[in-house]
């Protein structure tokens, strides 16, 4: 058990993962490979970059030790709690936080140099996605980029669907992994409560579409790894997509 004074990541019962606070799934220990360029990318950015669905701020922390300005916002004021303990003192000038949930969360037009949104997008329905996405858009400076990164159908409880996942796409379903009934996917052990009411899983794909029509450009678009030791290759999906410039 965890002794430290003050907030502090929560037991894990699950290696790799930390569970987070308000029943929308875990953090990874470990960023995957379009969470990494973010980090990096942020730490050359000419501006502050956001970090949105941060959790417990592991592509936060390490686009500050890159050098960035980073502005972590989380729907849990707890996870932001921790965060900050967690930001090596030296680094807190050039860190800020706000607490607010997508798709209602807004800041002014031309913010941010880059954005990213990790491991939440799927928690949205699609109308919620869209309009989230959009509004990204519009925060980003010219020449800004979109990190966005979802589960994928091929992970997590609702895997088992992934052949009726791959049905509704071949019948040109929007939004083909949407689970109304979470729970139903869940072991009989598993509280139903601990979880979401429905999941939103995506491919690379639906995020081009998304983001294409929001008006960006794609420039990478593949499923990613996990980066646990249960990794399948196909555990996320990801996109980076550009705000075109000026002229």
Same mark, same amino acid.
């Given at each position: 058990?965890?002794?430290?004074?003050?907030?502090?990541?929560? %037991?894990?019962?699950v290696e790799g993962l930390?569970?987070?606070?308000?029943?929308?799934?875990?953090?990874?220990?470990?960023?995957?490979?379009?969470?990494?360029?973010?980090?990096?990318?942020?730490?050359?950015?000419? /501006?502050? &970059?956001?970090?949105?669905?941060?959790? @417990?701020?592991?592509?936060?922390?390490? +686009?500050?030790?890159?050098? +960035?300005? !980073?502005?972590?916002?989380?729907?849990?004021?707890?996870?932001?709690?921790?965060?900050? +303990?967690?930001?090596?003192?030296?680094?807190?000038?050039?860190?800020?936080?706000? +607490?607010?949930?997508?798709?209602?969360?807004?800041?002014?037009?031309?913010?941010?140099?880059?954005?990213?949104?990790?491991?939440?997008?799927?928690?949205?329905n699609g109308t919620d996605?869209?309009?989230?996405?959009?509004?990204?858009? %519009?925060?980003?400076?010219?020449?800004?980029?979109? @990190?966005? !990164?979802?589960?994928?159908?091929?992970?997590?409880?609702?895997?088992?669907?992934?052949?009726? @996942?791959?049905?509704?796409?071949?019948?040109?379903?929007?939004?083909? /992994?949407? &689970?109304?009934?979470?729970?139903?996917?869940?072991?009989?052990? &598993?509280?139903?409560?601990?979880?979401?009411?429905?999941?939103?899983?995506?491919?690379?794909?639906?995020?081009?579409? &998304?983001c294409t029509n929001a /008006?960006?450009?794609?420039?990478?678009?593949?499923?990613?790894?996990?980066?646990?030791?249960?990794?399948?290759?196909?555990?996320?999906?990801?996109?980076?997509?550009?705000?075109?410039?000026?002229?």
């Amino acid at each position: 058990m965890n002794t430290k004074p003050g907030p502090h990541l929560p %037991d894990s019962p699950v290696e790799g993962l930390i569970p987070t606070m308000n029943n929308t799934g875990w953090m990874t220990e470990k960023m995957d490979s379009y969470s990494a360029d973010f980090a990096e990318y942020a730490g050359t950015a000419d /501006g502050e &970059v956001l970090d949105i669905g941060c959790a @417990y701020g592991i592509a936060t922390l390490a +686009a500050l030790e890159n050098g +960035a300005r !980073v502005l972590a916002c989380d729907m849990d004021p707890r996870h932001l709690e921790v965060l900050y +303990a967690r930001v090596p003192e030296q680094l807190r000038g050039r860190y800020r936080s706000k +607490a607010a949930t997508m798709p209602a969360v807004d800041f002014p037009q031309g913010s941010f140099a880059a954005i990213l949104a990790a491991r939440v997008l799927h928690f949205l329905n699609g109308t919620d996605i869209e309009v989230t996405v959009r509004k990204m858009k %519009d925060w980003l400076i010219p020449g800004g980029r979109l @990190y966005l !990164v979802a589960d994928s159908p091929y992970t997590g409880p609702w895997a088992p669907q992934a052949g009726e @996942y791959e049905r509704r796409k071949s019948e040109g379903d929007a939004w083909p /992994g949407y &689970v109304a009934d979470y729970a139903s996917f869940l072991p009989a052990h &598993v509280d139903p409560a601990e979880h979401p009411d429905f999941i939103n899983p995506l491919d690379p794909d639906i995020l081009k579409r &998304v983001c294409t029509n929001a /008006g960006l450009e794609v420039i990478a678009a593949s499923f990613l790894s996990s980066a646990t030791k249960h990794a399948n290759g196909r555990d996320h999906a990801g996109v980076i997509a550009l705000k075109a410039s000026r002229g």
